[in-house]
Structure formats: C-alpha cells, structure tokens
C-alpha cells in the first residue's frame, strides 16, 4: 500500500457508482456521509485492481445477497475489465459497530456538550480507521488501494449496508 507504486495517471476511480437498488430512504447525516465520500474519493484515490490491467477505472459497487461487496471494474470506455468479489464476514461486525456508534454521535451532536461529542467521534474515528485496514488487508491480493481511499471506500461499503 505504498503511495509511490502508483501512477497518477492511470491508478485512480474517474467514476464511481453506487448499486443502490434496495435503498428505500436514507437518514440526511448517512446521505450527507455517503456524497462526502464520494467527492473527496473521486477528488484524490488510488486504486489498482491486481492483474494486467489499465486504468483508470470506472467502479460500480454493489452488495451482493447481504453477503459480499462486488466492485465491477470497467476501463474508462466501458469495457468490463474485471469483478472483485470481497465476502463482508471480515468487516460485518466493525460495520454494525460503526452504525451504533454513528447514531449515538448523531444523538450526541443534539444534546450534549462539546467534551462528549468529542469523545464519540474519536471512537467512530477509530473504528472507520479500523474498518478501513481490515477493507485493505481484505482486498490486498486483489486490489491495491491507500489508506484515504480505503476510508472513503469503507464509508460507502456501509452505506450500502443501510437497507432504508
């Protein structure tokens, strides 16, 4: 995970997009997390899918039977390159975990002071960071990614969890 591996030209997402099919409706924080994560992954990433291929990508995440994360690869003319198939048993409890402490964040940010806010989000800190090592080590024979990019990755990983 070495950022100097990768070539900024052609190891990077230009388009990402969310398989968002089950999505009912969504809490305006979780909404506002998931366009951040967006933004700043399609602002600055790398991101190297492990073969003979050619940047840079087009990424459509998906969740697959509430059992894996999909990541279709396609190059930047639409051709499909390749699927990564990653199982979510890895991540699953770190992911529950995260909504819990999310939502007592969310809760905090109404109703408590400045010292308490502080102190859950350096736990929901925390854990995102968690839950973006366990996403990198998960993906390291399959994709190459650095540490910003699996956080904002991880971001939308739960995102896609959210069933409305």
């Not at 999505?23 to 991101?47: G, I, T």
């Not at 995440?61 to 390159?81: C, M």
């Amino acid at each position: 995970m070495s950022d100097t591996n990768f070539n900024d030209a052609t190891d990077k997402i230009v388009a990402l997009t969310l398989d968002e099919k089950s999505v009912v409706r969504r809490a305006v924080e979780v909404e506002h997390e998931r366009k951040v994560a967006m933004y700043d992954l399609l602002d600055m990433n790398r991101f190297r899918p492990i073969g003979d291929y050619v940047g840079p990508y087009k990424v459509r995440l998906a969740i697959e039977d509430g059992k894996r994360v999909l990541f279709q690869i396609d190059d930047e003319g639409d051709a499909h390159l390749t699927t990564v198939s990653l199982p979510l048993s890895p991540i699953r409890s770190i992911v529950r975990d995260y909504f819990q402490i999310c939502e007592s964040y969310y809760d905090a940010i109404k109703k408590h002071s400045p010292s308490q806010i502080e102190t859950i989000d350096m736990a929901r800190r925390g854990l995102h960071n968690e839950g973006a090592e366990v996403l990198v080590d998960a993906l390291k024979d399959k994709i190459e990614i650095d540490k910003a990019t699996s956080r904002r990755l991880f971001t939308l990983v739960c995102v896609l969890h959210i069933r409305g």
